[in-house]
């Protein structure tokens, strides 16, 4: 079984910055694409941005700029970087990776961090 710890969350003023994590564990052969989305209540689950297992970065139109997203292969982390917060970031965050073990591929979640961000 494979598991999704979320960890960097939290309430920061506008124009701040955060640092989110994401460590995977379990039976895991092998990782692909690494990636954060985010979602308010009500609305749909949106792209923040992935990163491939060759390193090559989408980000969504509204943080470009301003979001890092990185990896760690041998820590089997990904972390989000955020700079000049604003208060239209604030939302659920989830990571996302799409896993190998030995069942097979699984696209699997993290559980959501809060992420508040004051005017």
């Known amino acids: 079984q494979v598991q999704l710890v979320e960890s960097g969350g939290g309430l920061v003023q506008a124009g701040g910055s955060l640092r989110l994590s994401c460590t995977a564990s379990?039976?895991?052969?092998?990782?692909?694409?690494m990636g954060w989305y985010r979602q308010a209540p009500g609305n749909q689950r949106e792209l923040v941005a992935t990163?491939?297992?060759?390193?090559?970065?989408i980000y969504g139109e509204s943080v470009k700029g301003r979001f890092t997203i990185s990896r760690d292969n041998a820590k089997k982390t990904v972390y989000l970087q955020m700079n000049s917060l604003k208060p239209e970031d604030t939302d659920v965050y989830y990571c996302?990776?799409?896993?190998?073990?030995?069942?097979?591929?699984?696209?699997?979640w993290g559980q959501g961090t809060q992420v508040t961000v004051s005017s």
């Open positions: 990163i491939s297992s060759d390193d090559i970065t």
């Open positions: 379990g039976s895991i052969v092998s990782i692909n694409a």
């Open positions: 996302n990776m799409f896993i190998r073990s030995h069942m097979g591929w699984k696209d699997s």
